[in-house]
């Protein structure tokens, strides 16, 4: 299911919010409406949480079915709650610690900021219990805010090149495409949550924008 929303009016959602396929990370205080939408579209649990005292829970933490990564800015109450979902955590300790938008993911591998260093890069891998490279999309390093990617499908900034784009289907094993949010948005991590259940998009964005993250999200089958 697909739903169009805004967080107190900002459609810069995915700044916000993370999910997978079964848990949903947001910011706390959203209304009960919002909530019960965000819940239905992605049919998952949702789950409040602060980070550091900041609601940008998108921007500092990332996800998949196995692990979670998070910004070392952030408390042993916030990692224990992240743990009591089943998952795996690491707290990454680096220069480059905005793990939403430094790192993305899904079940079959993720790409980080080229900056990342070895050890962060190999504490990653084994949290997520994929295989991880470098990489950048447009010639961006924040590839967790240039793209989103489920089991199912990529999509990603328009001025990704073929190199890239060949290496973002090699490493997620998804087929990958462009397209923007939020009428004309590039950074499309920055107005899209998805999971392969549904997705939760910005309020802003076009029926073009939509059948395009439909398509490429494999929910036209």
């Not at 993305?104 to 891998?125: C, E, F, Q, T, Y």
């Not at 390093?141 to 073929?162: E, Q, R, Y």
């Amino acid at each position: 299911m697909f739903q169009l929303l805004d967080f107190n009016e900002n459609p810069n959602i995915g700044v916000y919010c993370r999910a997978n396929d079964s848990i949903v990370f947001l910011q706390k205080n959203l209304l009960k409406r919002v909530k019960n939408k965000i819940s239905t579209a992605l049919d998952a649990r949702l789950v409040e949480l602060s980070i550091a005292d900041s609601t940008i829970i998108g921007s500092l933490l990332v996800l998949n079915s196995q692990g979670a990564v998070v910004t070392d800015f952030a408390d042993k109450e916030t990692v224990d709650k992240i743990k009591e979902q089943g998952l795996d955590v690491f707290a990454v300790k680096d220069v480059i610690n905005a793990a939403g938008n430094d790192i993305l993911v899904n079940d079959n591998g993720a790409l980080i900021h080229p900056d990342i260093r070895d050890h962060s890069m190999k504490k990653i891998g084994e949290t997520l219990g994929v295989p991880v490279q470098r990489g950048t999309i447009a010639s961006l390093k924040t590839i967790g805010m240039a793209a989103v990617v489920t089991n199912k499908g990529c999509l990603c900034h328009p001025k990704v090149t073929d190199e890239e784009k060949k290496q973002l289907e090699k490493l997620f094993d998804v087929n990958v495409m462009i397209g923007t949010v939020n009428h004309g948005v590039p950074m499309i991590g920055s107005g899209l949550i998805a999971n392969t259940k549904g997705a939760i998009i910005g309020n802003l964005t076009t029926g073009i924008e939509m059948g395009r993250i439909e398509e490429a999200l494999g929910f036209l089958d």
